[in-house]
């Protein structure tokens, strides 16, 4: 059973940095591609940042220049730097991964919050 578990979430103050990681376990293949999502309170559920295993990113408007995705295959985790965080990034952060060996079967972390307040 595939497992990711985040950590890393927390309270900052505005133009902060937190880190997050996602650590999975369980599986058999590899993942084609990790991402994080985020959702706030009352919104839809959104893309971070992806990041896939030709190391290709993509990263939504929003945090484009100010967070970092990058991954560890060797450690089977994917990292989300965050600077200069912004009070419209509070939100609960989702990992997510999926495998394509004959079908793509995806899987979601449990989400760590991260809030920005003064």
């Known amino acids: 059973q595939v497992q990711l578990v985040e950590s890393g979430g927390g309270l900052v103050q505005p133009g902060e940095s937190l880190r997050l990681s996602c650590a999975a376990s369980?599986?058999?293949?590899?993942?084609?591609?990790m991402a994080w999502y985020r959702q706030a309170p009352g919104m839809q559920r959104e893309v971070v940042a992806t990041?896939?295993?030709?190391?290709?990113?993509f990263y939504a408007d929003s945090v484009k220049g100010r967070f970092t995705i990058s991954r560890d295959n060797a450690k089977n985790t994917v990292y989300l730097q965050m600077n200069s965080l912004k009070y419209e990034d509070t939100a609960v952060y989702y990992c997510?991964?999926?495998?394509?060996?004959?079908?793509?079967?995806?899987?979601w972390g449990q989400g760590t919050q991260v809030t920005v307040s003064s």
């Open positions: 369980g599986n058999r293949f590899s993942f084609y591609e």
């Open positions: 997510y991964a999926e495998t394509r060996v004959v079908v793509t079967r995806r899987y």
């Open positions: 990041i896939n295993d030709a190391d290709t990113t």
